[in-house]
């Protein structure tokens, strides 16, 4: 592995021998340097940088990850010679042209993404740095031409790029970047969610740690996988395709995750499976003869001839961030020295900030906390919803809180610790906290909505405004007709159907009895009728359990 530098740019590369060329630029930003009001606008000026380029038989791509902004390109030297000069000088200064066309691009890319891996993410960070996976490119509809150019010049410059190439780098190749100050250090990742906590995960199992950083604690995701299938595929028969992640989230830290689908035969053993699963990792390491299969797949990799490109693209992403570059001894001594006991302390840093999510049903397990969002064990105040009395919710705002809740308990979101407030041109609106816990408010659920999403609109800083795609609006709610209110409201005040029949009954034979007294001269009916239906009333509240 050779260095140079290439206009300002750092330059990593091996002689691969290929009659082609691939070029690896990357840029030391990513998802967890934005946040929730910026959300994908990294993403959109990659795809602005991309879109239209000649590419004839070079392929390209472009991605961002959590802590960098990657563009590859394979292909004829002179092809990529002439791509990664264009696409520089893109990102140097931005076509903002197509920029419509290219958010309604990733609104329909952002519909095909999601999943059990970036919930996980969500869940830990909320909605900030790392999180900020579990929300998309919410933000597009805030990127401005003005804004976009200005994150460009501080993001994709020279001093913060590094370049990885499979071959010599050819004589007019050229970088059209300018200078900038430097590589931009990574944002601390804190995880908003205490560990060793369990979720509902509706799509299966997911469990992640954050372990320190380092070239052997990679192969933690691949032992925990490799447990899991132990465990769910081949002794329970419960699982199909397990899978694993190792992700840097800052500098000094990276998420070990990893997941599976799972039979719903699970549910009462999942989570203290995957309690003795993490805990045995802690305690003996993982298998010996896995460790071995995976030493043997990465040494194989590593050694490829064909594959010694690899190298030049670590050597770059070290570059980026501020750690020593190595040559291939270097890579291949500290794999061969990775034993049993060399994880033991990244799994037991897994094991001790666990967080499992687990599909619905799935029993609960004394050493995990459900996360839950906080409460205020007071009854809420303020408007009534709109289907009432069937429902007793209500929705307060204030100068500084929007509260909604029930006779029991509300919940409270601070308007001064919103990371963004979600808007869309029917009314609706979402608001959504730094932890990541968030309410969706639809006008129509709620007596003076409209004036309620006014007054928000005006208490919520323009700068935390998100514009969302009308087809992303959440549904306008339906109100019942009166007479089901009615009904639904005594089932709901009564505890159920059954005493609710039983005071319809009351309600109906009552006058049936004050109409008998009269007729038939019983003048102390009616007395009777109404000691019977206090005692009615009072006894289905008392014997008949409330129905949640």
């Known amino acids: 592995?050779?260095?140079?530098?290439?206009?300002?740019?750092?330059?990593?590369?091996?002689?691969?021998?290929?009659?082609?060329?691939?070029?690896?630029?990357?840029?030391?930003?990513?998802?967890?340097?934005?946040?929730?009001?910026?959300?994908?606008?990294?993403?959109?000026?990659?795809?602005?940088?991309?879109?239209?380029?000649?590419?004839?038989?070079?392929?390209?791509?472009?991605?961002?990850?959590?802590?960098?902004?990657?563009?590859?390109?394979?292909?004829?030297?002179?092809?990529?010679?002439?791509?990664?000069?264009?696409?520089?000088?893109?990102l140097t200064s931005p076509d903002m042209a197509e920029l419509d066309r290219e958010r309604r691009v990733l609104a329909a890319e952002a519909s095909t993404r999601g999943g059990p891996v970036h919930r996980a993410f969500g869940q830990r960070y909320g909605a900030r740095g790392p999180g900020l996976a579990a929300y998309d490119d919410v933000a597009l509809g805030r990127a401005t031409p003005e804004l976009l150019h200005g994150l460009a010049r501080s993001v994709f410059v020279a001093s913060n790029a590094s370049l990885a190439l499979d071959g010599p780098p050819p004589a007019d190749l050229g970088l059209d970047l300018a200078e900038g100050d430097g590589v931009r250090s990574a944002p601390a990742a804190v995880p908003v969610e205490h560990p060793r906590t369990a979720y509902m995960e509706p799509?299966?199992?997911?469990?992640?740690?954050?372990?320190?950083?380092?070239?052997?604690?990679?192969?933690?995701?691949?032992?925990?996988?490799?447990?899991?299938?132990?465990?769910?595929?081949?002794?329970?028969?419960?699982?199909?395709?397990?899978?694993?992640?190792?992700?840097?989230?800052?500098?000094?830290?990276?998420?070990?995750?990893?997941?599976?689908?799972?039979?719903?035969?699970?549910?009462?053993?999942?989570?203290?499976?995957?309690?003795?699963?993490?805990?045995?990792?802690?305690?003996?390491?993982?298998?010996?003869?896995?460790?071995?299969?995976?030493?043997?797949?990465?040494?194989?990799?590593?050694?490829?001839?064909?594959?010694i490109g690899f190298l030049a693209h670590r050597a770059a992403a070290q570059a980026l961030q501020g750690r020593p570059v190595e040559q291939l001894e270097d890579v291949l001594a500290e794999h061969d020295a990775i034993e049993v006991d060399t994880l033991v302390p990244a799994l037991s840093e897994l094991r001790d900030s666990l967080i499992v999510g687990a599909p619905p049903g799935t029993a609960p397990h004394r050493r995990l906390t459900l996360s839950e969002q906080p409460v205020v064990a007071t009854p809420a105040k303020g408007t009534r919803s709109a289907s009432w009395?069937?429902?007793?919710?209500?929705?307060?705002?204030?100068?500084?809180?929007?509260?909604?809740?029930?006779?029991?308990?509300?919940?409270?979101?601070?308007?001064?610790?919103?990371?963004?407030?979600?808007?869309?041109?029917?009314?609706?609106?979402?608001?959504?906290?730094?932890?990541?816990?968030?309410?969706?408010?639809?006008?129509?659920?709620?007596?003076?909505?409209?004036?309620?999403?006014?007054?928000?609109d005006d208490l919520v800083k323009d700068d935390?405004?998100?514009?969302?795609?009308?087809?992303?609006?959440?549904?306008?709610?339906?109100?019942?007709?009166?007479?089901?209110?009615?009904?639904?409201?005594?089932?709901?005040?009564?505890?159920?159907?059954?005493?609710?029949?039983?005071?319809?009954?009351?309600?109906?034979?009552?006058?049936?009895?004050?109409?008998?007294a009269v007729v038939g001269d019983l003048p102390g009916l009616p007395i009777l009728a109404t000691i019977a239906a206090v005692l009615v009333v009072k006894g289905v509240r008392v014997r008949v359990p409330r129905e949640e």
Do not use: C
């Open 1 to 90: 592995m050779r260095e140079t530098v290439v206009d300002g740019v750092r330059t990593m590369w091996v002689d691969s021998g290929r009659p082609t060329l691939l070029a690896t630029l990357m840029f030391r930003a990513g998802r967890a340097d934005e946040v929730l009001t910026t959300a994908g606008w990294l993403h959109l000026l990659e795809h602005l940088a991309l879109h239209g380029l000649h590419r004839g038989s070079l392929a390209v791509n472009g991605s961002v990850s959590t802590l960098e902004t990657t563009f590859t390109f394979h292909g004829p030297a002179e092809q990529v010679v002439t791509a990664l000069a264009e696409v520089t000088r893109r």
């Open 203 to 307: 799509v299966g199992l997911v469990l992640s740690g954050v372990v320190t950083r380092s070239a052997a604690h990679t192969f933690a995701a691949h032992m925990l996988e490799d447990a899991l299938r132990r465990r769910l595929r081949e002794q329970d028969g419960t699982s199909y395709a397990p899978y694993s992640l190792y992700e840097a989230v800052d500098a000094d830290h990276a998420l070990v995750l990893a997941g599976a689908d799972v039979s719903p035969t699970t549910a009462p053993s999942l989570l203290g499976n995957v309690i003795d699963l993490t805990d045995a990792l802690a305690t003996h390491g993982p298998d010996p003869e896995a460790l071995a299969d995976v030493k043997a797949a990465a040494r194989q990799a590593f050694t490829d001839p064909y594959n």
């Open 389 to 456: 009395p069937a429902d007793d919710h209500r929705l307060g705002v204030t100068d500084t809180m929007l509260t909604v809740g029930d006779s029991r308990h509300h919940y409270q979101y601070d308007l001064g610790d919103l990371a963004g407030y979600f808007t869309w041109d029917n009314g609706a609106r979402r608001l959504v906290l730094h932890d990541g816990w968030g309410f969706t408010f639809v006008p129509t659920a709620w007596a003076r909505g409209d004036e309620h999403v006014r007054r928000l």
């Open 464 to 516: 935390l405004h998100l514009p969302q795609p009308d087809e992303t609006a959440p549904e306008p709610a339906e109100r019942d007709h009166l007479a089901e209110r009615l009904w639904r409201g005594l089932v709901r005040w009564s505890g159920g159907t059954t005493p609710a029949l039983l005071i319809a009954a009351v309600v109906l034979l009552y006058p049936a009895a004050l109409v008998l």
